[in-house]
């Protein structure tokens, strides 16, 4: 099993780009995540997905559109990038019978 | 609103010499706990839990946890520190399965940065 993949694992932005960074896992996991991290702030969760065709907001949506399609990937968009972007991604994934998530390698986001 | 406090932002600990990191945390009813630790420029890897049970837990790369319901405290420690154990260390708490969430979200501290010292 590969885990949690995402692509690309840097990007460079310029203010008002949009780009998806690319979520999936081969876990067959129903729950996912998306979660930024900010220096000294820790790990904040942007949005949640139950389930295929099911997803929520986080403490931190603005700004970000996401969906699920399919179980295996949870794709998250930046529709209009902005300076305050700038952050780690991480997704996440867990299923039942877990507790702990399973984290995604990170993608490394700046917005000029 | 369950809530996680890591009241140090950095721990400095000799090689050879026990090392703890401290949490705290707040949540209704019986809590999930976790430790992640994250290497630089890596992702966050899963160090233990506490759901139930035993009070002192044992994880990867002998690390422990003490759980202290009375203190509200899940402290990560570890008898002899290694250099390589540097890293960013993330305590956690989970939605309690009861509590009709239902989507198992994580809180996660601030973090604390662990450097051990040759």
């Known amino acids: ?112 | 609103a369950q809530s996680v406090a890591q009241p140090e932002d950095q721990v400095n600990v000799a090689e050879g010499n026990p090392l703890t990191v401290k949490c705290t945390y707040s949540v209704s009813g019986n809590p999930y706990l976790f430790w992640y630790v994250q290497y630089p420029n890596r992702g966050l890897q899963f160090l233990l839990k506490y759901i139930t049970g035993d009070n002192l837990v044992k994880g990867s790369y002998g690390f422990e946890a003490e759980f202290n319901k009375s203190q509200t405290s899940f402290h990560l420690k570890k008898p002899s520190a290694l250099v390589s154990d540097s890293a960013l260390y993330f305590c956690a708490v989970r939605d309690p399965p009861y509590s009709g969430a239902g989507s198992y979200q994580l809180t996660f501290g601030k973090g604390t940065k662990l450097s051990v010292i040759p």
């Open chain 1, 1 to 112: 099993n590969a885990g949690v993949t995402q692509t690309p694992k840097f990007r460079i932005l310029k203010i008002g780009q949009s780009m998806t960074l690319q979520c999936t896992q081969d876990m067959n996991h129903n729950y996912m995540y998306w979660y930024r991290q900010d220096p000294g702030m820790g790990l904040k969760l942007i949005y949640y997905s139950v389930g295929a065709g099911i997803t929520d907001k986080g403490e931190v949506p603005n700004g970000y559109n996401v969906s699920r399609s399919t179980t295996e990937d949870f794709p998250l968009r930046l529709e209009l990038a902005a300076p305050s972007q700038t952050s780690v991604y991480f997704c996440a994934s867990t299923g039942e019978g877990y507790n702990e998530q399973f984290f995604g390698p990170g993608t490394r986001l700046t917005v000029l």
